[in-house]
């Protein structure tokens, strides 16, 4: 690898060099949030000393800076992505406020009664409830694909959930959950052979793999900051131009017009058509300040690393009594997020446990309540690793989990 | 708060022996606790009769060892209680993981539950340990309006 | 004014202590934002740098951690505007999120066909175009309460505009325009006497005045940190228990639900219930340390250096010939917003000239055109103070103002 | 770039001097642009004649002192000039503005209105320097449509 010494790196992340409980920390709940570089935090905390304003308002030089800078953010954003047009990208919160805006502004507009919304089994709660809203307003129809034995799709259920009544086909690129990486470029095109648009969750997958979103040919794509060393509080949503163009504005208010009369208002162009308020300006220049540390990594460092990690962790956990893992354990199309379950102990306990020894990862429902359910699994524990994880990491982690059954009254 | 006191040998006896949990056949009063973010939910059954004690007790359901452990306790602890001293054993309980009762002659009538205690220290796992006593408290609430 | 002194203070401000063109910034565009004392800079570097973590979900000790920064805030925020309970306390991106909530949950659902829905025609854009929509979907009526030669409130024409079929009366309490402070405890009395609710807009106010939700009886208020110190990314919507409780949630997704099924969900109890996806902790983190700090300052002293900014200020542009003033003279129930125009002289060049003195003020209709239409004035100049700022920035600004005829080719 | 530089007199004596600022009675080409951000709006009259000849031109509206220059400027230039070549005219200025070119020579055909050169340098006011070329080029788009 290229350059790339993870020891080096870690010391790029002040919260990484921590002690938790007397003990140095293991983060493993990468997939719910990231810890962010100096790079990053330095670049917001020299905005607010030296550029702070309210951006596309004032002409006097903070204001202009803050324009500038929010601008080249969303510049940054379109190259990474491979946008056509910068115009393509809107600053969000997050990847859930990008889904809702979907939901409310195309959804409500371009979905009738009858109409048909396909998901995965799979999805996270924020591509599930904004299309079951839209489902019941419109009296359109919800549908799920299921997954085969091998937590991955079957193209031929694709082919049966996707019919001519099909206009909105939405799924992760990337489950938080099983960590199975979707073929996301097939579906949308099949979706397109059958008149639907495709919405593309890269909340878990734009961190840790290029995107391109005029190769995938998706309609929008939405990812958090938060989840790739960017600060909290912003978001992206693409779209493509055309759709774009002709979806109604979702929230109202400052920036986001031309001119307001008492009765009637006329919109902005793109992209501040649905920018109301004051935007995000921090947030968007602590992404950019994120996705200039992400390339300078490159991504294939980042997938060698998180890859090599996630061989370890699946071969550990296997070797381990107990232990069920749920997602594919080839590591073709997958990415660096493990669940699995502790027999006859509640995910809860684990958490306590492992947290004593500097251990953070994740239990619950993941936000998948719907998946759980399908893989009858009430409740289970997930590690997910990012570039900044490590072997010996994992190694703290097995050593942990291997004392949870003991702490609590198991033999073995 | 270390794992010595919170996975105690009386919490995990609790925890894994299946005691009380069962299904009563001839409850008359049944109450379902439920914390949506841990998944922890539990069915309480309760058997009282006419002068108004408990006379049985039992739960179903799936949850942690602190949840599971908490509501296996406080049915050995209410049974053969009267409603109202159920309910204001609850109220104790709950008043001691608020610490607003510290003190442990007065924490004395909550028996073996004394173990929760400090488990305050360890704000996730607080609405684990009290769901039972919240779902008890319910429970009396619900068949005083019957 | 005890213990104030603003040099002093003004070093807690980086961005104040900088040169523009050469020249010291003289920073009078505090109504758009405020810039951040390094309390407030250090509180976000802080939180990510030792607890940064997702709220509510993780058992580990970031997230413990997360959860308690991000509750503590709400409960900071409660007491400073004293509302009965922390979970009346939404954490939204900016006012204009939270009008928008308002505007699409409350009034997509009480709202009906022939109702009326009353708002001033000082109104910002955001407390306007939502409005306008809610009103367009559902047939009802938005009527504007017009205003007086003062630029302040007749209660008669409040009374004829506020009807029994007025559901909503929504208003700013102090005009980011004019700068009036309008009588909304006595507005939101008059339209619960006619059985609306009242909205109070607190952008503009609450960063400058103790606002007092339960002494205003006001269900709803709204506003935006980073016009009162904070980061951008954060606003807060206070709604009544009652009435959030009868409201549908608006964005869907992660956390602001209780069990998803695949065709149906049950949602959280409030605040979760309005807030979806991933929180932005490091904004309420920023927020609260923002509160922090104006109340160690303390609102007596804040509204006493305003008021004399505000009363100087007055006095110098009253003396200068081509000075026109919109909004009240005398200080009575009037905050630091100044808007002028000088004649002859369009304002976007007003403010480029006075910037090349380092002076930042804001040209245009701040965003307010149906207000900038009423008074015949396409556009304007505003000048806004906060506390940091000081006598001798009025005269750097005057003197810039008094070249700007020359400039433009007038004899003076 | 100082206030010297955008300020200078050329542009003050056009933004003052009413000379194109009118009403054409027989325009057979009209066309609006407005910046709705800062409120520059202006309406530009043509006279074109058969062989596409600009006879006339003139404007009306309110703007900056910028945005007032600059359209006043445009309308000297074109002023006797064919479509096309106001055309290629209004090309070169935006060109000059993006910074596409740089050359004096090649701007030299801009004649007074290469004073807008350097306002690059001053972000906020491109819009209302480039607002009259782009509005021009509009109009004589619609005119051919037409
Ligand atoms: C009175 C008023 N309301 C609402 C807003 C909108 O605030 P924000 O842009 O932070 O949403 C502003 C500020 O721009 C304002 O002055
Ligand atoms: C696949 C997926 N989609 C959407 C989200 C929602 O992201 P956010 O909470 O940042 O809006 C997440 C993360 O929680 C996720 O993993």
Redesign the interface.
């Known amino acids: 690898m290229k350059g790339f010494n993870v020891e080096e790196i870690r010391k790029d992340f ?2 990484l060099m ?1 002690k ?2 007397g003990k140095p ?1 293991v ?1 493993l ?1 990468n997939a ?2 990231t ?2 570089p100096i790079s990053v ?1 330095n670049a ?2 020299d905005y ?3 550029f ?3 951006p ?9 800076s803050a ?2 800078l929010y601008e080249n953010a969303r510049e940054r954003v379109r190259q990474f992505i491979n946008a056509k047009s910068a115009r393509e990208i809107i600053f969000t ?5 990008s ?2 805006l979907i ?2 502004s195309y959804g409500m507009k371009f979905i009738d009664e009858g109409d048909e919304i396909v998901v995965l ?1 799979s999805e ?7 299309w ?2 839209i489902a019941h307003m419109k009296k359109a129809i ?1 549908k ?1 694909i299921y997954l085969n034995h091998e937590y991955r799709l079957d193209m031929e259920e694709v082919q049966t959930k996707i019919t001519d009544r099909t206009k909105i086909v939405s799924l992760a690129q990337m489950s938080n959950v099983l960590g199975t990486i979707f073929p996301v470029k097939e579906i949308a095109e099949y979706a397109h052979s059958k008149g639907a648009i495709a919405i593309v969750d890269g909340a878990q997958s734009v961190p840790h793999m290029k995107v391109d979103v005029q190769d995938l040919n998706t309609d929008f794509l939405v990812f ?1 900051g ?1 989840k790739m060393l960017g ?4 978001g992206v949503l693409y779209g493509k131009k055309e759709l774009l163009e002709k979806m109604p504005p979702f ?15 006329t919109f ?1 162009e793109l992209p501040r058509k649905f920018e ?8 968007a220049v602590g992404l950019k300040a994120a996705i200039d540390y992400i390339e300078e990594i490159g991504f294939e460092n980042i997938n060698e690393q998180e890859m090599e990690l996630t061989a370890y962790a699946l071969e550990r956990l296997r070797e381990m009594p107990h232990v069920k893992i749920y997602g594919p354990i080839d590591l073709k199309d997958r990415g660096g997020v493990i669940t699995f379950s502790l027999e006859g102990c ?4 684990v ?3 492992v ?2 020894c500097g ?7 993941h ?1 998948a ?2 998946l759980m ?1 399908y893989l009858k699994a ?2 289970t524990s997930r590690i997910s690793f990012y570039f900044y994880n490590t072997k010996e990491e994992v190694d703290i982690f097995i050593d942990s989990l291997k004392r949870v059954r003991k ?3 198991y033999e073995s | 708060m270390n794992l010595n006191e919170l996975y105690t040998e009386l919490i995990l006896e609790h925890s894994q022996s299946g005691h009380n949990r069962k299904h009563l056949d001839h409850a008359n009063c049944s109450e379902r606790g439920h914390n949506p973010s841990c998944g922890d939910d539990i069915t309480l059954e309760l058997i009282c009769d006419e002068e108004g004690t408990i006379k049985d007790a039992s739960f179903t359901g799936s949850g942690c060892a602190i949840s599971q452990a908490s509501t296996s306790i406080m049915i050995d602890l209410i049974k053969g209680k009267s409603k109202e001293e159920a309910e204001k054993l609850a109220d104790i309980f709950i008043s001691m993981i608020k610490k607003e009762i510290t003190d442990d002659e007065e924490l004395e009538v909550l028996e073996d539950a004394i173990v929760f205690k400090n488990i305050s220290n360890m704000p996730p796992r607080v609405k684990c340990a009290v769901l039972s006593w919240h779902t008890l408290k319910e429970a009396l609430k619900n068949k005083e309006k019957s």
């Open positions: 002040p919260t921590q938790v409980n920390l983060y709940d719910a949030t810890h962010k935090l917001m905390q607010y000393e030296k702070n304003a309210n596309n308002r004032g002409a006097h030089f903070l204001g202009v324009t500038e919160r997050n990847a859930t406020e889904l809702n939901a409310y089994i996270h709660h924020s591509n599930i409830v904004p079951q809203k919800l799920y958090s938060h600060p909290m509080g912003i929230l109202m208010g400052g920036d986001m017009i031309e001119y307001v009369e008492e009765q009637t208002t902005a109301a308020g004051t935007p995000n300006v921090e947030g509640h995910p809860h306990d958490s306590t446990i947290d004593t251990v953070a990862l994740r239990a619950g429902h936000c309540q719907p359910k009430p409740a702490w609590l009254g």
